[in-house]
C-alpha cells in the first residue's frame, strides 16, 4: 500500500497554465488584443453533441464542447497525461488510498454567478451517486459506472462512500475500498462540476429511455443551460447547425479566453470537413481522414496537428475457439503477421508499430516485454513443433461500415493480415459484420476466434488499458489466468507510484508472454486548422482547451 501522503501545490497549477499559454507573445492574458479577443474560431465537428452534462454523455463530440465550458477538480497538464490541479489547488491521499482530500480554488464562481465550494463538490457527486431509474442506464451514466461501478440503492457495489464538506476549501472524498486509479479518472470530463443551483432549477434529473433504448434527459439543463465555471459559457445551441459559446469576461483562472467566440459546427464527412477548411468557413477540424493528409500538408493556408499516440489497435485471440487455446498457436499467429507493412500502408505515416496493450506515453509502460518480430519461417516451425499439419484453419473477423482512430480503413488492414497467415501456413475463415451492434456484440460474446478491433485511452493511467482488457475473465478473450488477473488487481491498488510502476511493468511482460491478443499499431490522429490558428495544443485523450488558442 501507499506511503506518505501526496500534495501538489498551487505553484503548479500556476506554472502549468502558464506553460499551457506559451507560443502565444503573451497575449494569453488579460492583457490581449482587442481583436483577439473579439476573434471567432468555428471548428467542424463530425456530429453534434448528445446533451452538454458530462455526467451523460461518452461520445467526444459532446466531451470536448462540455470541456470548454465546465472544470472539474483535477485535469490533465497541456498535451500530456500527467493529473495537473484545476478547481482543486493540492489534494492529499490518506495511507490506506481509501480518502482524498482536496483544497479547492477560492473566489471561483460559477456561470450563474453562485459560488464554486465544497459543498457545490459534494452536491455534484452525491447526484450522481444517486442517480435512480433511466439514468442507471449506461447509456446515461456510462462513465460513472466504469470508475465508481454502482449507485445509492447498493444494486451493485459502489467504490464511492461519501463526500463530506467541512469548511468552504475543503472536500473530502470517501470510497470503499483503495483505488490509485481514481483521481487520474477524475481528470474525465464527466467529472467536472456544475452548479448546483442550475442543475435543480433546471431540470437535469429528469428524463427517460426510449423505446430503443436510448437514454435522454427531459429537462432543459442539458441542452439549453449548462453552467460550469470554464473560460467559456453556452449561448445557443440549434441541433445540426452549431453550437455557440462566449468568452466568459467573469473566469476565475489568470487566463481566460483568447477568442471571444467559439463554435462548433456538424460535418459528418471528413472530405466536406477539408473542403469548409479550405473554404475558410471554418478554422479547424478533427479526425482528418488519413488520405487528406498530404493535401493539408501541401497547402500553406492550412497546417496539419497530431495527437500523441494514445490508442492501439489490435488482434484478438479467443481461447474459447480452438486451437487459439494453444500458446504456439498464436505465437505463430504473431510472427506470420507484418506489422509494420500494416503500419507503413495504412496510416499515412502517422502510426507506430504496438508491441504491448497500452502506449508508450502510460506509466507502467514496459520496454522489456517479448516481441514478436515477423518470421513467417518461424510461424510454421512452431506449428510444425506442436504437432499441427498445414495449413492450420483459424476463423478471422473484421467490422464494416466503420473507421476508428487505430483502425481508418478495418478491411484493408484485415486483408493485409489475411494474406500473410495464408501465405505463411494458416486457412482463414473469413467474417465480418456492421461495427453495431452485430459486430460489437459478437466480439464481446465470444462468437469469433481472431477479430480486429481497439482501444483509445480515457485518462492516463495503465488501469484504463490492460485493467480494461485482462483484470477479470471475459467472453472476447476467453481465458482464465489468475496470474495476470491477480497482477492487475495488486497493480490497480497500489499508491506508491513507484511500486505501482513496476507492478504494471511486471504484468505487461506476463501479458505479452501469455500473448491474448496481438496488438499492432498505436496511431497519432490528425487535426487540421488554417494557418493563422496557433496555440492549439494536441492532448493524448482529447482534453484541449480552446482558451489558450490564437485566432491572428
Given at each position: 500500500?501507499?506511503?506518505?501522503?501526496?500534495?501538489?501545490?498551487?505553484?503548479?497549477?500556476?506554472?502549468?497554465?502558464?506553460?499551457?499559454?506559451?507560443?502565444?507573445?503573451?497575449?494569453?492574458?488579460?492583457?490581449?488584443?482587442?481583436?483577439?479577443?473579439?476573434?471567432?474560431?468555428?471548428?467542424?465537428?463530425?456530429?453534434?453533441?448528445?446533451?452538454?452534462?458530462?455526467?451523460?454523455?461518452?461520445?467526444?463530440?459532446?466531451?470536448?464542447?462540455?470541456?470548454?465550458?465546465?472544470?472539474?477538480?483535477?485535469?490533465?497538464?497541456?498535451?500530456?497525461?500527467?493529473?495537473?490541479?484545476?478547481?482543486?489547488?493540492?489534494?492529499?491521499?490518506?495511507?490506506?488510498?481509501?480518502?482524498?482530500?482536496?483544497?479547492?480554488?477560492?473566489?471561483?464562481?460559477?456561470?450563474?454567478?453562485?459560488?464554486?465550494?465544497?459543498?457545490?463538490?459534494?452536491?455534484?457527486?452525491?447526484?450522481?451517486?444517486?442517480?435512480?431509474?433511466?439514468?442507471?442506464?449506461?447509456?446515461?451514466?456510462?462513465?460513472?459506472?466504469?470508475?465508481?461501478?454502482?449507485?445509492?440503492?447498493?444494486?451493485?457495489?459502489?467504490?464511492?462512500?461519501?463526500?463530506?464538506?467541512?469548511?468552504?476549501?475543503?472536500?473530502?472524498?470517501?470510497?470503499?475500498?483503495?483505488?490509485?486509479?481514481?483521481?487520474?479518472?477524475?481528470?474525465?470530463?464527466?467529472?467536472?462540476?456544475?452548479?448546483?443551483?442550475?442543475?435543480?432549477?433546471?431540470?437535469?434529473?429528469?428524463?427517460?429511455?426510449?423505446?430503443?433504448?436510448?437514454?435522454?434527459?427531459?429537462?432543459?439543463?442539458?441542452?439549453?443551460?449548462?453552467?460550469?465555471?470554464?473560460?467559456?459559457?453556452?449561448?445557443?445551441?440549434?441541433?445540426?447547425?452549431?453550437?455557440?459559446?462566449?468568452?466568459?469576461?467573469?473566469?476565475?483562472?489568470?487566463?481566460?479566453?483568447?477568442?471571444?467566440?467559439?463554435?462548433?459546427?456538424?460535418?459528418?464527412?471528413?472530405?466536406?470537413?477539408?473542403?469548409?477548411?479550405?473554404?475558410?468557413?471554418?478554422?479547424?477540424?478533427?479526425?482528418?481522414?488519413p488520405q487528406d493528409y498530404e493535401t493539408i500538408e501541401g497547402d500553406d493556408q492550412l497546417q496539419l496537428l497530431n495527437r500523441p499516440a494514445f490508442n492501439v489497435g489490435y488482434v484478438g485471440f479467443n481461447q474459447k475457439v480452438k486451437p487459439l487455446d494453444d500458446v504456439a498457436v498464436r505465437?505463430?499467429?504473431?510472427?506470420?503477421?507484418?506489422?509494420?507493412?500494416?503500419?507503413?500502408?495504412?496510416?499515412?505515416?502517422?502510426?507506430?508499430?504496438?508491441?504491448?496493450?497500452?502506449?508508450?506515453?502510460?506509466?507502467?509502460?514496459?520496454?522489456?516485454?517479448?516481441?514478436?518480430?515477423?518470421?513467417?519461417?518461424?510461424?510454421?516451425?512452431?506449428?510444425?513443433?506442436?504437432?499441427?499439419?498445414?495449413?492450420?484453419?483459424?476463423?478471422?473477423?473484421?467490422?464494416?461500415?466503420?473507421?476508428?482512430?487505430?483502425?481508418?480503413?478495418?478491411?484493408?488492414?484485415?486483408?493485409?493480415?489475411?494474406?500473410?497467415?495464408?501465405?505463411?501456413?494458416?486457412?482463414?475463415?473469413?467474417?465480418?459484420?456492421?461495427?453495431?451492434?452485430?459486430?460489437?456484440?459478437?466480439?464481446?460474446?465470444?462468437?469469433?476466434?481472431?477479430?480486429?478491433?481497439?482501444?483509445?485511452?480515457?485518462?492516463?493511467?495503465?488501469?484504463?488499458?490492460?485493467?480494461?482488457?485482462?483484470?477479470?475473465?471475459?467472453?472476447a478473450w476467453g481465458f482464465n489466468n489468475q496470474e495476470i488477473f491477480e497482477a492487475l488487481d495488486e497493480a490497480e491498488v497500489e499508491t506508491d507510484e513507484a511500486t505501482r510502476e513496476e507492478l504494471y511493468q511486471e504484468a505487461n511482460r506476463l501479458i505479452m508472454d501469455f500473448l491474448p491478443?496481438?496488438?499492432?499499431?498505436?496511431?497519432?490522429?490528425?487535426?487540421?486548422?488554417?494557418?493563422?490558428?496557433?496555440?492549439?495544443?494536441?492532448?493524448?485523450?482529447?482534453?484541449?482547451?480552446?482558451?489558450?488558442?490564437?485566432?491572428?
Amino acid at each position: 500500500m501507499g506511503r506518505s501522503a501526496k500534495l501538489v501545490p498551487l505553484l503548479l497549477a500556476l506554472s502549468l497554465i502558464a506553460a499551457a499559454c506559451g507560443g502565444n507573445g503573451g497575449e494569453g492574458g488579460g492583457e490581449g488584443g482587442a481583436e483577439e479577443k473579439d476573434a471567432t474560431l468555428t471548428f467542424g465537428t463530425s456530429a453534434d453533441p448528445v446533451v452538454l452534462d458530462g455526467a451523460l454523455v461518452s461520445d467526444g463530440e459532446s466531451l470536448r464542447a462540455i470541456d470548454q465550458m465546465f472544470e472539474g477538480l483535477v485535469s490533465l497538464e497541456p498535451g500530456g497525461t500527467e493529473v495537473a490541479p484545476a478547481l482543486a489547488t493540492e489534494w492529499e491521499i490518506s495511507e490506506d488510498g481509501k480518502t482524498y482530500t482536496f483544497t479547492l480554488q477560492e473566489g471561483v464562481k460559477f456561470h450563474d454567478g453562485t459560488d464554486f465550494n465544497a459543498e457545490a463538490v459534494c452536491f455534484n457527486f452525491d447526484r450522481w451517486y444517486n442517480f435512480k431509474g433511466s439514468f442507471q442506464n449506461p447509456s446515461a451514466s456510462y462513465y460513472w459506472q466504469t470508475v465508481f461501478g454502482g449507485f445509492s440503492d447498493g444494486k451493485t457495489p459502489s467504490l464511492y462512500e461519501s463526500c463530506e464538506a467541512p469548511d468552504e476549501t475543503t472536500a473530502i472524498l470517501n470510497l470503499t475500498k483503495a483505488s490509485a486509479s481514481v483521481l487520474a479518472a477524475l481528470s474525465l470530463t464527466n467529472f467536472t462540476i456544475a452548479s448546483p443551483e442550475a442543475l435543480t432549477e433546471y431540470d437535469a434529473d429528469e428524463g427517460k429511455v426510449d423505446a430503443e433504448g436510448i437514454f435522454g434527459p427531459t429537462g432543459t439543463y442539458a441542452t439549453e443551460h449548462p453552467t460550469g465555471t470554464g473560460p467559456y459559457k453556452f449561448e445557443s445551441w440549434t441541433r445540426g447547425e452549431s453550437l455557440t459559446m462566449v468568452r466568459n469576461e467573469d473566469y476565475w483562472g489568470e487566463f481566460p479566453g483568447n477568442i471571444g467566440t467559439l463554435i462548433f459546427r456538424p460535418i459528418a464527412e471528413g472530405s466536406a470537413r477539408l473542403q469548409a477548411l479550405q473554404a475558410g468557413d471554418i478554422q479547424g477540424y478533427d479526425l482528418v481522414d488519413p488520405q487528406d493528409y498530404e493535401t493539408i500538408e501541401g497547402d500553406d493556408q492550412l497546417q496539419l496537428l497530431n495527437r500523441p499516440a494514445f490508442n492501439v489497435g489490435y488482434v484478438g485471440f479467443n481461447q474459447k475457439v480452438k486451437p487459439l487455446d494453444d500458446v504456439a498457436v498464436r505465437q505463430a499467429i504473431a510472427h506470420a503477421i507484418d506489422r509494420q507493412e500494416v503500419v507503413d500502408g495504412f496510416y499515412a505515416g502517422q502510426g507506430e508499430v504496438a508491441h504491448e496493450f497500452m502506449p508508450p506515453e502510460v506509466v507502467g509502460y514496459a520496454d522489456d516485454v517479448t516481441q514478436y518480430e515477423y518470421d513467417p519461417e518461424k510461424s510454421k516451425q512452431l506449428l510444425e513443433d506442436a504437432g499441427y499439419t498445414l495449413p492450420v484453419e483459424i476463423d478471422f473477423a473484421y467490422p464494416t461500415d466503420v473507421s476508428r482512430p487505430y483502425m481508418p480503413d478495418p478491411q484493408a488492414n484485415f486483408e493485409a493480415m489475411v494474406a500473410d497467415l495464408e501465405e505463411c501456413c494458416f486457412k482463414v475463415e473469413k467474417k465480418s459484420a456492421t461495427w453495431s451492434p452485430d459486430y460489437l456484440d459478437n466480439v464481446d460474446n465470444g462468437r469469433y476466434g481472431l477479430y480486429l478491433l481497439g482501444w483509445t485511452g480515457d485518462f492516463g493511467d495503465a488501469d484504463n488499458f490492460v485493467g480494461t482488457f485482462f483484470q477479470t475473465e471475459q467472453p472476447a478473450w476467453g481465458f482464465n489466468n489468475q496470474e495476470i488477473f491477480e497482477a492487475l488487481d495488486e497493480a490497480e491498488v497500489e499508491t506508491d507510484e513507484a511500486t505501482r510502476e513496476e507492478l504494471y511493468q511486471e504484468a505487461n511482460r506476463l501479458i505479452m508472454d501469455f500473448l491474448p491478443g496481438l496488438p499492432y499499431v498505436h496511431t497519432k490522429p490528425g487535426l487540421a486548422f488554417t494557418a493563422n490558428v496557433s496555440g492549439y495544443q494536441p492532448s493524448p485523450v482529447s482534453l484541449e482547451p480552446f482558451s489558450i488558442v490564437t485566432v491572428e
